[in-house]
């Protein structure tokens, strides 16, 4: 890797990311109206999302890794913050959606 933009894949994280956390809470609201495929099918997409901004993070470790000088700048830290939120809160609702779909399981 000879040259990279720092920038640019500083907002494909925070762009991804964001774009993993809106299709969880997509999949959050379907499964809220037992609309359950739906839910599925957003949480793929939403993990799809995050996966793209993972792979950009780790292109940007192995950069440093291979001697490319990666800025620590307070934009990449917001980038980071994006990641991480996502994760977690993917995690999270996932199985909030786990939740929903056993109690209306047990309401039939």
């Known amino acids: 890797m000879t040259e990279i933009n720092i920038e ?4 494909t994280i925070i762009s991804h990311g964001g774009n993993a956390r809106s299709l969880a809470y997509e999949a959050i609201d379907f499964a809220n109206q037992n609309e359950f ?3 599925d099918e957003s949480m793929v997409e939403a993990q799809q999302e995050l996966n793209k901004a993972h ?3 780790t292109k940007l470790i ?3 890794i291979n001697g490319v ?3 620590k700048s307070l934009l990449m830290i917001h ?3 994006h990641l991480m939120t996502a994760v977690s809160e993917l995690s999270l609702i996932e199985q ?3 939740l929903i779909k056993k109690i209306d399981q047990l309401s039939k």
């Open 8 to 11: 640019q894949e500083i907002f």
């Open 37 to 39: 495929k739906k839910a």
């Open 55 to 57: 792979q950009t993070q």
């Open 62 to 64: 192995q950069a440093e």
């Open 69 to 71: 000088v990666v800025e």
């Open 79 to 81: 980038a980071q913050d």
């Open 96 to 98: 909030m959606i786990k």
